[in-house]
């Protein structure tokens, strides 16, 4: 059985976030191995998270069924594998240039359409803010007071609010202080510096973002693609516009853009395939 490894929100090999891809063929056209053997690749796989995919032959709104796992533990949504899925079917003709597909998954319907530039857009659910206080230990666990926080409801993460970029970039959090805290993933956030734009690369960006999820096994992840259904509500108020740039500051680092329409939020972003290998246990 194939599987492949992809880095996404990313135009370029070994930055944005790894997600490792099984599209499961003709072997289970119907149904996903036992949850058990998908967690186990996963954790053997050891990355943010690990997608498994199979064609639906009978549902009329939606075409491939989808799932997404971290080492630990499967996950209700994931933007960036849900990228690294997307990049693979236009890699294998499942997506044609202009095409959309659409996945069944634990968060209802998503789907993803393929840009005349190659690019890709995720429609997901966008995130309800509730303002909340800021949780009790947060200041501690981060090394810096946030100024405000958001509950997301069903998308299961706390948004920070950190003073600055700079403040931002440079936190060293205690990562056991993170995994007690009362969500199990935390989003922090800050408006772009001036110049608003990466050394290495440079292309623009609105509002910058980090997120840490210990207890669900992923001490720092690279790029959340799901963050930013939240992100781009919060940003596009501030900010005035619709359409907007993030930049996940982590080691890796990766570029988001974000469409608010409402109730749906539009993600974009390129993805490179970094691995191509054969699964020698089967699942």
Known sequence: MRIRTVDAFTARAYAGNPAAVVLLDGEAPHAFPADERLQALAAEMNLAETAFAHPLADDPEADWALRWFTPTTEVDMCGHATLATAHLLAADGWLPEGGHVRFRTRSGVLSASREPDSTLTLDFPTATLTPVPVPEGAGEAFEAPAVAAWDTGSLGMLVLEIADEATLRGLTPDLAAVAALPSPAVILTAAAGQPARDAAHQPPYDFVSR????????????????????LAPLWSQRLGRAELTGLQVSRRTGYVRTTLRGARTLLGGSAVTVLDATLRVPL
Do not use: L, R, Y
């Open 211 to 230: 997120m840490f999820a210990p207890a669900q096994g992923i001490p720092e992840d690279p790029v959340t693609g799901s963050a930013h259904t939240a």
